[in-house]
């Protein structure tokens, strides 16, 4: 069973706008504990540069990040989700450099970023508007990493549970050679890659770039 477009929508909606000061509790629980090893992962993959953290949601990535010294933009569409980005950002005395824009629209000059970085995108992150929109900003060679979903060491009624309310609220799922051949139509070279990061596995997609595209 699929929950209709229409629902599965609504429901997002609400995790992003109104529910949104719950988005980082849902995170944890359904993760049992592993959704910032799992995001952080994708720093691994990052190459020397100007950093967007696209959709950055609650800023958990954008935070962590800056803590260890480097200085990331965030981008997200959600007034609530910057909100809370600003007030973790501003607690923890971090700087801000936050914008709000549309992931198909990019609000930067071309070639004015070396990485970006997105963890669990909504179905978004491949459309072609978005991946040309990324291509434009990156450099030649830049890297655009996404953290798709992560491993769970559950027990197996538990992990069922997990995996029959992702089956229910994904309608579309594209497929890994599918997504593959989407980046390289966007000029992108791209790889799937399994990373660790403080004993929790993550499944990434890790596009690179091409010269002339």
């Not at 949601?57 to 965030?74: F, I, Q, Y």
């Not at 978004?124 to 979903?149: H, N, S």
Request: hydrophobic residues 50%.
């Amino acid at each position: 069973m699929t929950l209709p477009m229409w629902l599965v929508r609504a429901i997002f909606r609400l995790l992003y706008n109104e529910m949104a000061f719950s988005y980082d509790l849902v995170a944890w629980l359904v993760s049992m504990g592993h959704w910032g090893a799992w995001r952080r992962t994708a720093i691994l993959h990052a190459c020397e540069g100007p950093l967007l953290d696209l959709a950055h949601g609650t800023g958990g990535l954008t935070a962590d990040m800056t803590r260890m010294g480097l200085a990331p933009v965030g981008l997200d569409l959600s007034p609530t989700m910057g909100r809370i980005t600003r007030r973790r950002l501003s607690n923890q005395q971090l700087p801000q450099r936050l914008v709000r824009g549309r992931a198909q629209q990019l609000p930067f000059r071309n070639a004015s970023f070396a990485n970006i970085l997105m963890t669990f995108p909504a179905d978004f992150v491949m459309d072609e508007q978005t991946l040309a929109a990324a291509a434009r900003i990156l450099r030649p060679g830049g890297r655009l990493v996404i953290v798709v979903m992560g491993y769970l060491h559950a027990a197996p009624p538990v992990r069922r549970l997990i995996d029959w309310a992702y089956d229910i609220t994904t309608p579309r799922k594209l497929t890994a050679p599918d997504a593959l051949a989407r980046l390289q139509q966007a000029g992108f070279l791209a790889r799937w890659e399994d990373a660790t990061l403080e004993g929790a596995t993550a499944r990434l997609l890790v596009a690179t770039r091409c010269a002339g595209s």
